[in-house]
Nanobody, 111 residues
Framework: QVQLVESGGGLVQPGGSLRLSCAAS????????MGWYRQAPGKGREFVAI???????LYSDSAKGRFTISRDNATNTLYLQVNNLKPEDTAIYYC?????WGQGTQVTVSS
């Protein structure tokens, strides 16, 4: 019933920025936590950031100071602003909520 569709990924140079979006549907999401995760080639899926339903946020060490998670409950959209991107940020970025995942959006950081 929960549908998550990520978008906004692309190819950027080191130091560049992107704004990732996750369009959620199937229920209201205003009372649940939503998060961003990523999986680099040959690596396992790792936590990036969480948006708590009461307004709290939590970031991984690598994301702190560079990434910003936010949500618009009116449109059931979760965002991840990614700034000052590094090659090691290259991964498929996934939106996750209620043990469900989208298909991900590819972020590639390369010169």
């Amino acid at each position: 019933q929960v549908q998550l569709v990520e978008s906004g990924g692309g190819l950027v140079q080191p130091g560049g920025s992107l704004r990732l979006s996750c369009a959620a549907s199937g229920r209201t999401f205003s009372d649940v936590n939503m998060g961003w995760y990523r999986q680099a080639p040959g690596k396992g899926r790792e936590f990036v950031a969480i948006s708590g339903y009461l307004g709290t946020t939590l970031y991984s060490d690598s994301a702190k100071g560079r990434f910003t998670i936010s949500r618009d409950n009116a449109t059931n959209t979760l965002y991840l602003q990614v700034n000052n991107l590094k090659p090691e940020d290259t991964a498929i970025y996934y939106c996750g909520v209620l043990q469900c995942w989208g298909q991900g959006t590819q972020v590639t950081v390369s010169s």
